[in-house]
């Protein structure tokens, strides 16, 4: 059976700003959907300066895909997963990137419909906010 996964995770969050965005070269907003012990994550970037070759830059902004299990020990948040098409299918070449995707965040704050997370890799925090709840029904693993 698929695992249940934490209770106050469960729905849809967004990052609605960044903090500095305008100061920014590049900054990237998630959005996440935890659903049991999975999630789905879309992150949508803006980058004033082009690193890419021109046909994936995309006049400086983009999306990418990834989706995975997660699990939540102490006040730490483990997402374990790849990187995928805008479906959520395996992506395993094109723009951005591809392969694994690992994330470890520490869980700053949280209150009813409010999520701050704290990446190990970036400096700045993810703030989320609810943007609508989902309830659990762990479902047979195929």
Request: aromatic share 14%.
């Amino acid at each position: 059976m698929q695992g249940s996964g934490e209770n106050y995770l469960q729905g849809v969050w967004n990052e609605d700003s960044i903090l500095y965005q305008s100061a920014l070269l590049q900054y990237t907003s998630h959005k996440f959907k935890f659903t049991c012990d999975s999630f789905y994550v879309t992150f949508h970037t803006t980058a004033k300066t082009n690193i890419f070759p021109d046909s994936c830059y995309n006049n400086g902004s983009w999306l990418e895909f990834a989706k995975g299990i997660y699990a939540v020990k102490s006040d730490t948040v483990y997402l374990s997963g790849t990187f995928t098409k805008p479906n959520f299918k395996q992506k395993i070449s094109g723009c951005y990137r591809i392969g694994q995707y690992t994330e470890t965040f520490v869980v700053n704050k949280k209150s009813l419909g409010f999520l701050e997370l704290k990446s190990l890799k970036q400096h700045l925090p993810v703030t989320l906010k609810l943007k609508e709840k989902i309830t659990c029904i762990p479902q047979p693993i195929n």
